[in-house]
């Protein structure tokens, strides 16, 4: 398969290579990239036990990043890739800033969105289960898995 630099496979490469960071610093693997006219313009990973703060998922990170590069709290014409599903702080975030389009990779049954309620994110944002489920899932199950042995 050939990925092109603007599909949404590449995009959720650059996000899960954000989480590998975010693995191999002993935080949850979950990474995010930001993107805006087909280029990233901030990218994060969890970094909440590194800062001591709860608020410092991938998710809340990037978009911090994005709205300072862009010099706006508005991402109506941006596009986040994050590895898993946000949880319900992030996806209030996302709602504030009123996020063009979401693609999350693994679904997190647990703390997603979606459980707790659907409607978290912005009426106007796009929102597609994107590419590399299995992959961000995986990671994110050894990462606890490796905690609990």
Not at 71 to 94: F, H, I, N, Q, R
Not at 113 to 128: D, E, L, R, W
Request: with cysteine.
């Amino acid at each position: 398969m050939v990925l092109s630099i603007h599909s949404d496979e590449h995009f959720m490469k650059e996000a899960l290579k954000q989480a590998m960071i975010a693995k191999e610093e002993g935080e949850i693997p979950v990474g995010a990239v930001v993107v805006a006219d087909n280029r990233i313009i901030a990218r994060a990973y969890n970094q909440t036990e590194r800062l001591s703060d709860s608020t410092a998922h991938a998710e809340m990170l990037a978009l911090t990043a994005a709205g300072n590069y862009l010099g706006t709290k508005y991402l109506s014409d941006c596009s986040l890739y994050v590895t898993l599903e946000p949880c319900g702080m992030c996806a209030g975030a996302l709602y504030w800033a009123q996020l063009g389009k979401l693609i999350y990779a693994a679904a997190d049954e647990k703390r997603g969105y979606t459980v707790i309620n659907p409607a978290m994110i912005h009426p106007k944002t796009k929102v597609s289960r994107g590419p590399f489920a299995e992959e961000a899932a995986l990671l994110v199950t050894d990462f606890f898995k490796g905690l609990r042995q």
